[in-house]
């Protein structure tokens, strides 16, 4: 009789949890972790949707897309979310994500007009370091520098790839022989963002690539301003994070929902203290205070997104060669 | 009617033969299929050829150089807690490679014991990643494996030798000359063509320890073709070249075997009188102190920083953990389902049936065999559907040579032993498994049960391949914890998997030890 | 009774043991007792081990009282046979060993048990049915061995020299403990020996082994009386 009883309350549990839809997200991880925005989202989404929403931790930004490529139509995602403009043409032409109807007055440094994907939040890359460290002011500082740093692989990850683009933009032809310079200073090339920072704050490097916004984390999460992220005069290059939604959804409405959902205050004004990013509709309040202690760039480098591909496919090639030697 | 063996036929063993060959073969024939020439190799691909040899070549010189040593140390030394480190250097054997990696780290990192003590005095960190990191694990592997090879030699020179040479008055030097070099010289060449086909295939380690495209083997750079770029047609490539390195080396390594050695009895010692003055016996202590040192204070890191952890571990955590012990248990049952009856078959003379489908598993790598999987599955069903099922598959393929190298001695002694006697007396198959071969083979039975368990539930393979976000096993949760810095939780699960795999082999072997007699 | 007709017949036999090739034509009365005799190496226990259905025989046949058991595996063959060792399974009981004579699945009723306590108790080893092997003497592990041969109860008995590892005086027991056995139950015995001696007071006659070829049995003190050249090459007396 117990017995019949807890099966029947097992089944009925189960029911009433098939009948709530489910939006699946694919995201990095630093996104779904407990200090990251994906807790609040999550609560902030659900408590207008009627919906699960389900993030799933699917590595960085461009181990998402080759994920996602991977998975093909059968991939249980609905939105992959953390991608950036170095990948979006890429994405396209997989042909497995689908035009958004998102319109909102952005904050971004560039003008938005993409036709499937919709940014979320924007920053500068940056190595981010110890605050009493003698930083150095260029990357030939630091390639002729015994700075030990930890960097992404451009292969899976969209820090990884956007310093790739950094060094390609910054110096062209040269690029190589920057690469070169630096392979001494690199410790190691770990898959994704976490795993490099948390090396950096085991100790095991000086420096590590993340955001000029990184120290924001330190400084009002942590109440420690001691970590400093160096300003490169070479300019600093820009990531504009992004999300889709993939064509064989079978959430599209809700899939468009969270889409929208996104650009609203009740997002962008989690994002600052949680994913410490700028973000890509400034809320009312403004912006955190302590962010106005972060390092500026002078000047922003972007690669177009139509051109990344291409460019992203030769300093691949470079960094390869380079790193390999 | 004659020319059996043993009341079972060999039938048995000769289709789990087949069938181990069918599941290796397949997944390299799509591999040969998949492969594209395309844009050939690249700098990066060449850079990852040299790495895996390199590496490879400086893991097993450094492993048996070490280890000739520290055997001849263990060899003529007796001391109190002597049978507790010979046991001890069979452990890193059933240590998950992700778990040992932490505990390197914890003592070998940039900010680790061995660099805080370094800077009191004013000398600068160590560097773990890269060449280094990636042989200082292997060497914490196989230098252990090597020095129990090796003292097995020692073991083997009979007793009747050393008192021949007492009697002839040999001191050390002596002794070397005519009794441990021509034995050393015909074991060590392979010893280290089995520790280099070991190292030459590694993954976890070059995944958590490698440096970049400076420091990937190819192993390696099969999971980056699929998980980065997802090129099937690259990663065939590579796994083609992998096929062609692995199969040289277990090629090299069972030319250069030198045959089965007993196995047992390490723990006893030999009667010895050339051990020489205090001095030998100082470098002796000192060489068995550092060895023990080497080989504790990882597993001490991993404990001590673990405790903490253990009782905050997320829910995935222990959901892996349960998907892990279930995979284990599966590859453990599948083991016994196919080495029992290949065992069977070379015991009673089947030699190649059983040998030639385990050396397979040897010369085929992991990642290889999981990329060939997933070009047949991928067609058909969602790979990664069937990680688990696949996972515990491969870790059969993987355990089954060592499993067969434990149960073939005890196979040939039952059948050698007993056979005709079961043949005479009429018994059937059924009874002449449960009645002779189950309660004689049952302590290797229990031994290879336990191995099988362990490095199941260690592997971090394939699943790295298969495995999509939720159904991760322990040792993949772990280092995704590691990867996202939850580094308590990381800890916490690294003990948990500890004791997950050394508790799993330790329950088979006892199982297998429990009521067997003579 | 002793000497009926032929009962085991080897017909143009060709024994193969893994290369090793013995010829043998000859035939063995009903309840004789026959000593297999000849240098090291000839072949005897090759001889045996084809009877007992261990070797390939590519030509000729073997028969049992008419019968042809050429093809037949070896324990469908009416013989038992004891093996210089490996007679026992160490890892089970004398019992059990002993119980396994009657059912190799050693599912025994209780009439069977008795059978096995009878049989313990006939060799001398009453009460010691739950030792294991490893817990016995030699000539007790001996005399359990036989005991299972007893209750095993085939007509043809072989032993190839399965006391070689116990002293003379053991022996000479033991073989006078076979002989019992076999006249009670009227077996044939056929027994590899290099002791003359023993085959003078078991065996009623001798087949010779030697240069490939098994010979029919001749009288037991005949041939040891005036041997042949080769057997008196082998028996070191002239």
Request: net charge negative; charged share 15%; with cysteine.
């Amino acid at each position: 009789m117990k017995y019949l009883a807890f099966a029947a309350g097992v089944l009925t549990a189960t029911a009433a949890w098939a009948e709530k839809p489910v939006l699946t997200i694919y995201t990095y991880d630093s996104f779904v972790a407990d200090w990251g925005p994906g807790p609040q989202i999550e609560a902030a989404f659900e408590a207008t949707c009627d919906c699960d929403l389900q993030f799933v931790a699917a590595g960085d930004g461009a181990a998402l897309l080759a994920r996602v490529k991977l998975e093909g139509a059968r991939t249980d995602a609905d939105i992959v979310l953390g991608l950036d403009t170095n990948l979006t043409a890429a994405a396209v032409e997989t042909g497995l994500f689908a035009p958004h109807s998102v319109t909102a007055d952005y904050d971004l440094p560039v003008a938005w007009d993409d036709a499937t994907f919709v940014p979320y939040d924007w920053g500068y890359f940056a190595f981010v370091h110890n605050a009493e460290l003698a930083a150095p002011a260029n990357f030939r500082a630091l390639a002729e520098s015994d700075l030990k740093i930890v960097i992404q692989d451009p292969r899976s990850s969209t820090p990884g790839l956007g310093l790739l683009m950094w060094v390609k933009t910054a110096y062209g032809d040269e690029a190589p022989a920057i690469w070169e310079g630096l392979a001494d200073n690199i410790v190691t090339v770990t898959k994704g963002w976490s795993e490099a920072y948390g090396l950096f704050l085991d100790g095991e490097a000086d420096m590590v690539l993340s955001y000029t916004t990184s120290p924001a984390y330190h400084l009002i999460a942590e109440d420690d301003a001691t970590r400093a992220a160096a300003a490169f005069d070479e300019g600093h290059y820009l990531q504009i994070e992004v999300a889709g939604k993939l064509a064989g959804t079978d959430q599209p409405e809700l899939a468009d929902r969270f889409l929208a959902f996104m650009v609203t205050e009740a997002f962008q004004s989690v994002i600052p203290t949680t994913n410490w990013m700028y973000p890509a509709v400034t809320p009312e309040s403004g912006l955190p205070a302590g962010f106005e202690t972060l390092t500026v760039p002078e000047r922003a480098l972007l690669v177009p997104p139509a051109q990344a591909s291409e460019v992203r496919d030769a300093a691949l090639a470079e960094w390869l060669a380079a790193l390999s030697r | 009617m004659a020319g059996r063996a043993q009341p079972v036929s060999p039938a048995a063993g000769l289709a789990a033969a087949a069938l181990v060959a069918a599941v290796i073969l397949g997944p390299v024939a799509a591999v040969l299929w998949r492969a594209e020439g395309g844009r050939g190799l690249g700098p990066a691909d060449w850079a990852a050829i040299r790495f895996s040899v390199t590496q490879a070549v400086l893991s097993a010189t450094l492993s048996v150089a070490l280890a000739i040593p520290v055997a001849r140390a263990l060899a003529r030394r007796g001391f109190p807690g002597r049978a507790v480190l010979v046991t001890l250097l069979g452990a890193p054997f059933i240590l998950p490679v992700i778990v040992a990696v932490f505990g390197l780290l914890a003592v070998f990192g940039r900010s680790g014991w061995i660099s805080d003590a370094a800077s009191l005095v004013g000398l600068p960190p160590l560097q773990i990643y890269g060449l280094h990191g990636v042989v200082l694990a292997h060497v914490f592997f196989n230098l252990p494996l090597a020095t129990r090879l090796i003292l097995q030699g020692w073991r083997d020179i009979p007793a009747e030798h050393f008192r021949l040479a007492a009697q002839l008055g040999f001191g050390p030097r002596d002794s070397t000359r005519w009794l441990e070099r021509p034995m050393l010289a015909r074991l060590v060449p392979g010893i280290w063509a089995v520790v280099f086909a070991i190292c030459l295939t590694s993954f976890a380690v070059a995944l958590t320890l490698g440096g970049g495209p400076r420091a990937t083997t190819v192993e390696l750079a099969i999971y980056q073709a699929f998980l980065f770029d997802f090129d099937l047609g690259r990663a065939a490539l590579l796994a083609l070249i992998q096929i062609a390195l692995a199969g040289s080396a277990a090629a090299l390594a069972l030319w250069l075997s030198p045959g089965e050695g007993s196995g047992g009895g390490l723990d006893r010692m030999t009667r010895r009188w050339d051990t020489g003055g205090p001095g030998l016996a100082l470098w002796d202590g000192a060489l068995i102190a550092l060895t023990a040192l080497f080989l504790l204070l990882p597993l001490a890191a991993i404990v001590a920083d673990g405790l903490g952890g253990l009782t905050r571990l997320p829910p995935q955590v222990w959901e892996a953990s349960l998907r892990s012990v279930l995979v284990a248990l599966a590859s453990t049952a599948l083991m016994l389902v196919l080495a029992l009856p290949m065992a069977l078959a070379v015991a009673s003379g089947r030699r190649l049936a059983g040998d030639g489908a385990g050396i397979l598993g040897l010369a085929a790598s992991p990642l290889v065999i999981g990329t060939g999987f997933f070009i047949l599955l991928n067609p058909w069903i969602s790979p990664a559907s069937l990680a688990l099922p696949v996972t515990a598959l491969v870790n059969v393929l993987m355990a089954l040579p060592f499993a067969l190298r434990i149960l073939i001695p005890a196979a040939r002694d039952t059948a050698q032993g007993y056979g005709r006697l079961g043949l005479s007396l009429d018994m059937r198959p059924r009874d002449w498994l449960a009645r002779v071969v189950l309660p004689r083979m049952r302590v290797r039975l229990g031994f290879a049960a336990g191995l099988t368990a362990a490095l199941s539930m260690g592997d971090l393979g394939v699943i790295a391949l298969f495995a999509d976000a939720e159904a991760a096993t322990l040792p993949l949760q772990m280092y995704r914890l590691m990867g996202s810095y939850q580094t308590e939780a990381a800890a916490g699960a690294a003990l948990l998997l500890l004791a997950l795999s050394l508790g799993l082999f330790w329950v088979f072997d006892a199982v297998g030890r429990r009521g067997a007699e003579a | 009774m002793r000497w009926g007709g032929a009962v085991l017949r080897l017909e143009d036999l060709i024994i193969d043991n893994g290369g090793f090739r013995v010829a043998a034509t000859l035939q063995v009365p009903k309840g004789a007792r026959v000593a297999v005799m000849g240098p090291s190496g000839a072949g005897k226990s090759t001889l045996l081990g084809a009877v007992a259905g261990f070797h390939d025989t590519p030509r000729g046949r073997i028969l049992w009282d008419g019968g042809d058991i050429t093809a037949l595996p070896p324990g469908k063959r009416p013989c038992a046979i004891l093996f210089q060792d490996g007679n026992l399974f160490p890892h089970l009981s004398i019992a059990q060993n002993v119980g396994l004579g009657i059912d190799p699945g050693l599912r025994l009723n209780a009439d069977q048990r008795a059978r096995v306590t009878r049989a313990l108790a006939r060799v001398g080893l009453g009460g010691l049915d739950d030792r294991k092997p490893a817990q016995l003497s030699g000539g007790q592990q001996s005399r359990a061995a036989l005991a299972r041969v007893l209750v095993q109860d085939k007509p043809l008995l072989l032993l190839d020299e399965p006391f070689a590892a116990l002293g003379p005086a053991l022996k000479a027991d033991m073989l006078e403990l076979v002989a019992e056995l076999a006249a009670e139950t009227g077996a044939t015995l056929m027994m590899v020996t290099h002791d003359p001696a023993d085959a003078r007071r078991i065996a009623d006659q001798v087949i010779v082994v030697e240069d490939g070829v098994a010979h029919p049995p001749t009288a037991t003190a005949a041939l040891l009386d005036h041997p042949p050249e080769g057997l008196r090459a082998y028996l070191g007396r002239d």
